[in-house]
Every structure is written in C-alpha cells, then in structure tokens.
C-alpha cells in the first residue's frame, strides 16, 4: 500500500508537470490547504472588487459620453446660430450670387459672339471700302474715258465741220 500510495503521488507529480504547472506533492498540509483557499479566495475576492470598479469606470465613461455627446449637439446649434448671425442676409446673398454667375455663364458666349461679328463686321467694312475705292478709281477712268471720249469726237466733228466747209 505504500508503495502505492508514492506511486499515486508520483503520478500526480508528473500530471501536473506534464500540465506546464508547477509541480507539488498531493498531499497537502492542512495549513498548506488553509493558505491555498485563503489565497484563492482572496484572488477571487481581488478579481470581484477589479471587475466592479471596471463596471464602474465603464459607467462613468458612458454617462461622460452621453454628455459630451449632448454637448457636442448643443455646440453645433450654437454654431450654425453663430453663423447665421455673422450674415443674417446669406441665404438672399447666396441666391443673388448664384444668378451672377449663371448670367456670366449667358455672357461668356454672347461675347464671343460680339467678337467674332465685330470681326465679321470689320472684314465687311474692310471689304465695302476696297470695292469702293475700286468704284472710284473706275469711275475716275470712266469720267477720263468719257472726257477723252468726248474730245476725240469733238476733233472728229470740228474735222468733218472743216471737210464740209473746204467742200463748199
């Protein structure tokens, strides 16, 4: 029976062992066994009193919460206030701007329009005038041509006036 017994205590030594624990004898002292259960209980008791005061802490961020988050609205609220009363005619503003651009918008072609037709404008002109001056040069060659003309054919009529009269 001893021998047993120290084989049964051996295994446990080795159990435990094997476990990656340390190892002990199984039988225990009854003061061993006292400071075992005192320790245990107090861990657990330590382990109680951390999760209670976590709990805690996990309250008082939650309510922290709650009003920052209740504080954070009321910022916001007094912010747009603020803004609203930096330019109380913003919206009025904004809409009259928001036509500017839209008539700029109108503009941009319209200008190029009145370019390139001053463009036009300007080539037509330009053009009018060279045929005018075209017409007043003929109109200078013809007046030319109608007064050499005309001085031809006087010659020729004081000619023939001269024929006759040497005839009679």
């Known amino acids: ?18 476990s990656g624990s340390l190892s002990f004898s199984s039988h225990l002292s009854k003061e061993d066994e006292e400071i075992s259960k005192s320790a245990l209980s107090t861990f657990r008791a330590k382990e109680e009193e951390i999760e209670r005061k976590k709990m805690e802490v996990r309250d008082k961020v939650q309510l922290h919460l709650g009003r920052v988050e209740e504080e954070t609205k009321r910022l916001a609220m007094i912010r747009e206030e603020l803004e609203a009363m930096a330019d109380p005619m913003r919206k009025e503003v904004a809409l009259v701007r928001k036509k500017i651009d839209a008539v700029n918008k109108e503009l941009k072609p319209l200008g190029h329009t009145c370019q390139k037709k001053e463009r036009e404008y300007k080539e037509a002109l330009e053009a009018f005038n060279d045929k005018n001056k075209e017409k007043v040069q003929l109109i200078t060659k013809l007046m030319e041509l109608v007064s050499e003309s005309e001085r031809l054919r006087m010659n020729k009529l004081e000619e023939l006036s001269k024929n006759i009269d040497s005839i009679h």
């Open 1 to 18: 029976m001893i021998q047993t017994e120290h084989q049964s205590q051996h295994n446990n030594q080795l159990t435990v062992q094997n």
